[in-house]
């Protein structure tokens, strides 16, 4: 299996991944948010087996203000339901894992949704992270 950064041609896959986590996605969606990401230097890795991607992961850099330190924020993570338990995911966020430690950024914050799947958390969980115990809070602006 060979871990590599995203590029256009990877648009199609990550469509049909997208899919499976629940949410529908355009192509130009898609191509906007790797250009995007890209602009604002955060990272899309695709997993690819046989010529084939079988997974992504996305996320950015965040600095806080609060602390004189970086959090890394995993922003979506997909394994195709026919590659699931066989180390992909982990694969992935190890990956991440390694280039924050190059970047001397030490945490790492994912959400995962009440939605998901119970093996989704024990997956992060077994990967070592811990379930915040805070809340969360969002608002959705409506566009004037």
Same mark, same amino acid.
């Given at each position: 299996?060979?871990?590599?950064?995203?590029? #256009?041609?990877? !648009? &199609?896959?990550?469509?049909?991944? !997208?899919?499976?986590?629940?949410? &529908?996605?355009?192509? +130009? #969606?898609? !191509?906007?948010?790797?250009?995007? %990401?890209?602009?604002?230097?955060? %990272?899309?890795?695709?997993?690819?087996?046989? &010529?084939? $991607?079988?997974?992504?992961?996305?996320?950015?850099?965040?600095?806080?203000?609060? #602390?004189?330190? *970086? *959090?890394?924020?995993? !922003?979506?993570?997909?394994?195709?339901?026919?590659? /699931?338990?066989?180390?992909?995911?982990? #694969?992935?966020?190890?990956?991440?894992?390694?280039?924050?430690?190059?970047?001397?950024?030490?945490?790492?914050? $994912?959400?995962?949704?009440?939605?998901?799947?119970? &093996?989704?958390?024990?997956?992060? +969980?077994?990967? =070592?992270?811990?379930?915040?115990? =805070?809340? /969360?809070?969002?608002?959705?602006?409506?566009?004037?």
């Amino acid at each position: 299996m060979l871990i590599r950064h995203a590029d #256009s041609g990877d !648009t &199609e896959a990550i469509i049909e991944l !997208t899919k499976q986590l629940g949410y &529908e996605i355009t192509r +130009e #969606s898609v !191509t906007a948010n790797l250009h995007l %990401y890209e602009k604002i230097q955060a %990272y899309v890795f695709v997993a690819v087996r046989n &010529e084939k $991607v079988i997974a992504y992961v996305a996320g950015i850099f965040i600095p806080l203000f609060h #602390s004189h330190e *970086m *959090m890394f924020r995993i !922003t979506a993570l997909c394994v195709h339901e026919a590659e /699931r338990e066989r180390g992909v995911g982990k #694969s992935l966020v190890l990956k991440l894992e390694e280039l924050c430690r190059k970047k001397d950024c030490y945490y790492l914050e $994912v959400t995962s949704g009440e939605k998901r799947k119970k &093996e989704a958390h024990l997956f992060y +969980e077994g990967l =070592g992270y811990q379930p915040y115990k =805070g809340k /969360r809070y969002i608002k959705r602006l409506e566009a004037e």
